[in-house]
């Protein structure tokens, strides 16, 4: 017997049983949407990490400091010490002979509620200087982002994002507004376009103000402190040579002769990014290996159902050995009835998967979260058709073995 009536054979074996086929594709049909949509998830996860933490600005460098500050004998923990000052931040600005650092900039954090009218949000607070839409890739949707002036003059001015926008006002113009941080009259003067939120944090809850401002209405007791210098490289590609010279600005700068004891630590944005990928591949992997336990109980139901198959069709299996059927005719034939249950299976299990994951984005409760758009992605799905495939044949061996070794007088004896 050749193949193809191998495979007619088979499948007249399976269509003489639709109910019992039809509910054993089912556990593979389950199992591979649910790797699909599973992978799918991880993916999009992965997709949108990368476009927020690009949004950023894939060329930007964060200076903190190194050493712990402490409070009542108690460590503050990694990035609170005092390590870093302006005449750092005018040093690497004033390095004109190397193109590869654009423009660096001072942030000093605060946080307080803002209030307007009767309106209440918490938000953090960025005191930094002019340069700050540049090095950190804001754009503006209104107004216009404070001055040299207001900076030199400390005016309590702000440039708000689009969500604290939304918090405070409403619809309502913010422009030319009045808001109150710690109890300190702003006046609002632009807002950013929104660039949208990560699980680190939303990029548009935002409060910018003059750094002058911030260390003289906001910071109060601890003065001038820079909690991070932000750099801005020329190109993604110089990254790693800003980084060299800013670090060897800083070492001069702090007399540090041996860079393991340097009070400061670099990060780049690709550092960054390279970490959270790193997170959402091995998410990614966790959530395809939980759904992949669902392909395995398919698998038994398959093994189970052909054992039954094998011992209702025992007199059947004697009738064709007795007549000429050779054991790796009757092999094949259980082997190809196991492979097309899981294979159709899988397959049907592919469109399933693809296109719940197509219409999940449009489902309102999904649509209005920060849930991710999932990306089917090929690898997973030829991977996943392999493996059911691979599942039918694995499982399947055990029974068609069984079925070829029998002795045709006794499968013919069989009631």
Known sequence: ?????????ALNGLLSNRLRSSLTMLGILIGVAAVILLVAVGNGSSVQIDNQIQSLGANVIYVYPSNARAAGGVSQGFGTGQTLT????????????????????PIASSAGQITYANQNYFAPVTGTTT??????????AEGSFFTEDDLAARHRVVVLGPTVVTNLFGTADPIGQTIKISRQSFRVVGVFASKGGTGFGSQDNVVV???TTVWAYLTGSRGKVIGQIVASAASPSTVTQAETEITTILL???????PTQADFQLQSQQDILNQANSIAAALTLVLGAIAGISLVVGGIGIMNIMLVTVTER???????????ARRRDVLMQFLIEAMVLSGLGGALGIAVGAAVARVLPSIPAVA????????????????????SVAIGLFFGIYPA?????????EALRYE
């Open 401 to 409: 073995n069984r079925a070829a070794r029998l002795h045709p007088i």
């Open 368 to 387: 209005s979260s920060n849930f991710p758009t999932p990306v089917v992605s090929g690898p997973s799905v030829f991977l996943a058709f392999g493996v």
């Open 1 to 9: 017997m050749n193949i193809f009536e191998a495979v007619g054979v």
């Open 314 to 324: 025992t007199r059947e299996i004697g009738i064709r050995k007795a007549i000429g």
């Open 209 to 211: 103000a003059p750094i």
């Open 86 to 105: 302006q005449a750092d931040v005018d040093a690497i600005n004033s390095r004109q002979q190397d193109p590869s650092v654009v423009a660096a900039i």
């Open 131 to 140: 340069a700050f839409p540049q090095v950190r890739n804001y754009d503006l």
């Open 252 to 258: 001069q700068r702090h007399q540090i002769s041996d």
